[in-house]
């Protein structure tokens, strides 16, 4: 039983590119949920798909946008990015009766 | 005020020690309560689910109190391997779909 696969693992862009980045939820679960970790931050929550739509959003820009498909998996672009987007990037997938499983994450640096 | 503190530490203990985590949250509605843990550049892994009974789990104790806002995780008998950032996790939602509010992390290091 796969769990949650992100992809790519690493990843260097220049300041004012874009970016996208990809998530396959574990077998079975129908909700992706995003998540940005600074260095020495806990993870803040980004977005939330639930049937390809964006059911809950915290606190960040526009610039920051998602999309789910049928097969419930997920992207995350970020678009204009900042030095201060060099992040790790979690996906966490779930469904109902069944808790959180989080991908290994993505490491995005901003040059 | 962030909606949930935790002190970062880092907490050097020696082998065989008792430490004990911390963490407030600010919302009162929370409803669900976990600790995580998270190796050096890896994912956040569930280490264990809070309850206001108290649970234990090993050498882990976890405890909620509601009325303070509080919650706790106990490590006895501290090995080598427990060297990690532990994370306090607070659901406002459904604790399936709501979202994971985490604290900045508290950083545990065993020595020998």
Known sequence: DAGVTQSPTHLIKTRGQQVT?????????????WYQQALGQGPQFIFQYYEEEERQRG???D????HQFPNYSSELNV??????????????????????TFGSGTRLTVV | RKEVEQDPGPFNVPEGATVAFNCT??????????WYRQDCRKEPK????VY??????GRFTAQLNRASQYISLLIRDSKLSDSATYL??????SSNTGKLIFGQGTTLQVKP
């Open chain 1, 21 to 33: 980045l990809r998530c396959s939820p574990k077998s079975g679960h129908d909700t992706v949920s």
């Open chain 1, 59 to 61: 606190n960040f820009p």
């Open chain 1, 63 to 66: 610039r920051f946008s998602g």
């Open chain 1, 79 to 100: 678009n204009a990015l900042l030095l201060g987007d060099s992040a790790l990037y979690l996906c966490a997938s779930s469904r109902d009766n069944h808790g959180y």
């Open chain 2, 25 to 34: 949250y600010s919302n009162s509605a929370s409803q669900s309560f976990f």
């Open chain 2, 46 to 49: 569930l280490l264990m689910s």
């Open chain 2, 52 to 57: 206001s009974s108290g649970n234990e789990d």
């Open chain 2, 88 to 93: 306090c996790v607070v659901i406002n939602g």
